[in-house]
C-alpha cells in the first residue's frame, strides 16, 4: 500500500520562500518518477514539477527559475523549494507517485500567498 505524506505548506507573504516535503511509503521509491501538482480553487490539478527515478527534472513555465524539485532516495522524499512565491502560487499541492501506469497521491498541504 503506497502511502504518500505531505508537509511544508502554510502562509507566507509574496516573495518569500517554502519547502514542502513528501514521505513515501510502500513502494521501492527510487524507480519511480516523483512529482508535485497543485490545485487552485476553481481550477483544475496542474503539475507544478516531476523527477524522474534519475533525477531528470521537467517544470512547468510558470515556476521555471521559481521552484526546484529534489529527491533523496535514501529518506524515500520528495522536496519542492519554492522561492520568489506569488500570490497566483496559492493552491493545494499534492505529491505524486507514478507506478507504472498508475498515480498516487498525497491528502495534499495547502499554500497560500499573501499579496
Known amino acids: 500500500q503506497v502511502q504518500l505524506v505531505e508537509s511544508g505548506g502554510g502562509l507566507v507573504q509574496a516573495g518569500g520562500s517554502l519547502r514542502l516535503s513528501c514521505a513515501a511509503s510502500g513502494s521501492n521509491f527510487s524507480i519511480h518518477r516523483m512529482g508535485w501538482y497543485r490545485q487552485a480553487p476553481g481550477k483544475q490539478r496542474e503539475l507544478v514539477a516531476i523527477?524522474?527515478?534519475?533525477?531528470?527534472?521537467n517544470y512547468a513555465d510558470s515556476v521555471k527559475g521559481r521552484f526546484t524539485i529534489s529527491r533523496d532516495n535514501a529518506k524515500n522524499t520528495v522536496y519542492l523549494q519554492m522561492n520568489r512565491l506569488k500570490p497566483e502560487d496559492t493552491a493545494v499541492y499534492y505529491c505524486?507517485?507514478?507506478?507504472?501506469?498508475?498515480?498516487?497521491w498525497g491528502q495534499g498541504t495547502q499554500v497560500t500567498v499573501s499579496s
Open positions: 523527477i524522474s527515478s534519475g533525477g531528470f527534472t
Open positions: 505524486n507517485l507514478l507506478w507504472g501506469t498508475r498515480d498516487y
